[in-house]
């Protein structure tokens, strides 16, 4: 029997394995077409997605049947084992007692510990059988308990507020466990309150450089200095305090619009702050334009939010955090031209005497920065103000006249052309 069970604990295991593995392939298939259901039914492609998630049932029942078979062989197998033996001890002892060798007596009781005997040594050959698939469940879960933690509290925290002086001294960044450096040297300064403006073409480390700087990653080589210090001596809980980022994918909780701009604030607000955020956003008139206003739930059991309103509700509730640090990912990319003019003056303040990265695609957004970095396949091609970048050749100036050309020609279109607009473009 334990030799059965020991050849089943190397097979059920391994069968085992396999099932689970195409049980989290089929869930994951699942959840992906949930998720991306608007995608599916705009390409049409719901017999596709049915006849795949077909296949992969198909083959999980095959796995399962062929699992549940093994036991099918196994239980019986041992069953009729142990049966055998205790019909073949009855029996040697029946002989023995027939021939006068052992008394009556003796029968009775050594069969009661043949009995004693082989259920416990069958329900052991059992438990080993069983011991594989808990080995199985076991190291798939040891792989996820493994994984590091996030060390969110180690390092410094100092007292004073952060000034937003920073300095990037030839950094370099790898995603882990990924081939190629995302950023090759990158070096700049940055004085405390200067705006920083960041372009560049899409995928060329805009998101991965200002992501560096609440620690979400760490860099590779060279250092950053924050305040004089090394970023990596700050601790991950006191950066993300002291910097406010909006995200370059606006994320929005199933809760009320309030709890969602108010969300990681720990003080106490009043109405009037959270009016004043949502107007700096330019989206106040919107939220009291819903039924609910502020209360309005969002998500499956309320109203469904545009791209755009979604984007300026994540920027409110970064404004509303006061942060000293400002990193803006492309947040007024899903806003039309007249709401970002809209949202850049109301920032405007919020940006004064505040250090800030503003990841942007207009030139418009970028005119008053005091340092613009132009970035291309992780390298600063560029570096320095608009009027210095415009008075030279290179990408910038390329993407400034073909925006203004592109404006140019609208407005002249339109007839509205004013004269302030002008002084804005030089001669060139
Ligand atoms: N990358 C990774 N892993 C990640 C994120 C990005 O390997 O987790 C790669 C993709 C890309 C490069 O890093 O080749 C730069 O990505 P990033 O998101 O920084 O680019 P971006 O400048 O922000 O592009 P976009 O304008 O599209 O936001
Ligand atoms: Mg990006």
Same mark, same amino acid.
């Given at each position: 029997?334990?030799?059965?069970?020991?050849?089943?604990?190397?097979?059920?295991?391994?069968?085992?394995?396999? !099932?689970?593995?195409? $049980?989290?392939?089929?869930?994951?298939?699942?959840?992906?077409?949930?998720?991306?259901?608007?995608?599916?039914?705009?390409?049409?492609?719901?017999?596709?997605?049915?006849?795949?998630?077909?296949?992969?049932? +198909?083959?999980?029942?095959?796995?399962?049947?062929?699992?549940?078979?093994?036991?099918?062989?196994?239980?019986?197998?041992?069953?009729?084992?142990?049966?055998?033996?205790?019909?073949?001890?009855?029996?040697?002892?029946?002989?023995?007692?027939?021939?006068? $060798?052992?008394?009556?007596?003796?029968?009775?009781?050594?069969?009661?510990?043949?009995?004693?005997?082989?259920?416990?040594?069958?329900?052991?050959?059992?438990?080993?059988?069983?011991?594989?698939?808990?080995?199985?469940?076991?190291?798939?879960?040891?792989?996820?308990?493994?994984?590091?933690?996030?060390?969110?509290?180690?390092?410094?925290?100092?007292?004073?507020?952060?000034?937003? /002086?920073?300095?990037?001294?030839?950094?370099? !960044?790898?995603? $882990? =466990?990924? /081939?190629?450096?995302?950023?090759?040297?990158?070096?700049?300064?940055?004085?405390?309150?200067?705006?920083?403006?960041?372009?560049?073409?899409?995928?060329?480390?805009?998101?991965?450089?200002?992501?560096?700087?609440?620690? !979400?990653?760490?860099?590779?080589?060279?250092?950053?200095?924050?305040?004089?210090?090394?970023?990596?001596?700050?601790?991950?809980?006191?950066?993300?305090?002291?910097? @406010?980022?909006?995200?370059?994918? *606006?994320?929005?909780?199933?809760?009320?619009?309030?709890?969602?701009?108010?969300?990681?604030?720990?003080?106490?607000?009043?109405? /009037? $702050?959270?009016?004043?955020?949502?107007?700096?956003?330019?989206?106040? &008139?919107?939220? %009291?334009?819903? *039924? #609910?206003?502020?209360?309005?739930?969002?998500?499956?059991?309320?109203?469904?939010?545009?791209? @755009?309103?979604?984007?300026?509700?994540?920027?409110?509730?970064?404004?509303?955090?006061?942060?000293?640090?400002?990193?803006?990912?492309?947040?007024?990319?899903?806003?039309?031209? +007249?709401? #970002?003019?809209?949202?850049?003056?109301?920032?405007?303040?919020?940006?004064?005497?505040?250090?800030?990265?503003?990841?942007?695609?207009?030139?418009?957004?970028?005119? &008053?920065?005091?340092?613009?970095?132009?970035?291309?396949? =992780?390298?600063?091609?560029?570096?320095?103000?608009?009027?210095?970048?415009?008075?030279?050749?290179?990408?910038?100036?390329?993407?400034?006249? %073909?925006?203004?050309?592109?404006?140019? +020609? %609208?407005?002249?279109?339109? =007839? /509205? %052309?004013?004269?302030? &607009?002008? #002084?804005?473009?030089?001669?060139?």
């Amino acid at each position: 029997i334990l030799g059965i069970s020991l050849f089943f604990f190397v097979k059920v295991g391994h069968a085992y394995e396999t !099932f689970q593995e195409q $049980e989290a392939r089929l869930s994951n298939q699942l959840q992906e077409n949930l998720t991306g259901v608007r995608v599916v039914k705009a390409f049409a492609r719901q017999k596709y997605e049915k006849d795949a998630f077909e296949v992969e049932n +198909e083959e999980k029942y095959r796995r399962g049947r062929q699992l549940t078979l093994m036991h099918a062989t196994y239980w019986p197998t041992t069953d009729v084992l142990s049966g055998v033996q205790m019909v073949l001890g009855f029996y040697v002892a029946a002989v023995m007692a027939l021939h006068g $060798e052992i008394t009556v007596g003796m029968y009775i009781a050594y069969a009661g510990f043949l009995i004693a005997l082989i259920w416990p040594i069958r329900n052991l050959g059992r438990l080993i059988a069983d011991i594989s698939t808990g080995f199985v469940s076991f190291s798939r879960i040891q792989k996820i308990i493994r994984l590091d933690e996030e060390p969110l509290y180690e390092g410094a925290y100092p007292e004073r507020p952060l000034r937003g /002086e920073i300095v990037f001294d030839q950094v370099n !960044f790898t995603y $882990e =466990g990924e /081939e190629g450096e995302v950023l090759h040297d990158i070096n700049f300064t940055v004085r405390p309150g200067q705006k920083i403006a960041i372009m560049g073409g899409t995928g060329s480390g805009k998101t991965s450089l200002v992501n560096l700087l609440p620690r !979400f990653y760490d860099y590779s080589n060279g250092r950053i200095l924050l305040d004089g210090a090394e970023l990596t001596t700050y601790s991950r809980d006191y950066l993300r305090q002291q910097i @406010g980022i909006v995200m370059q994918e *606006p994320f929005l909780f199933s809760t009320t619009i309030r709890q969602n701009i108010t969300y990681g604030v720990t003080r106490q607000v009043t109405d /009037e $702050e959270v009016y004043a955020a949502a107007r700096a956003a330019a989206v106040h &008139d919107v939220i %009291l334009a819903f *039924p #609910e206003g502020y209360d309005t739930l969002v998500g499956e059991r309320g109203v469904t939010l545009s791209g @755009g309103q979604k984007q300026r509700i994540t920027l409110a509730r970064t404004t509303l955090r006061d942060p000293s640090l400002l990193i803006l990912d492309d947040a007024t990319s899903s806003v039309d031209t +007249e709401t #970002e003019e809209i949202i850049r003056n109301a920032l405007r303040e919020l940006m004064q005497n505040r250090t800030t990265f503003l990841i942007a695609h207009r030139v418009q957004s970028v005119l &008053d920065a005091d340092l613009i970095l132009v970035l291309d396949h =992780g390298r600063i091609s560029q570096s320095g103000t608009h009027v210095e970048l415009v008075n030279q050749p290179g990408t910038y100036r390329r993407i400034y006249n %073909l925006q203004s050309r592109i404006e140019s +020609e %609208l407005e002249a279109e339109i =007839g /509205e %052309l004013e004269v302030g &607009d002008w #002084e804005l473009i030089p001669n060139l």
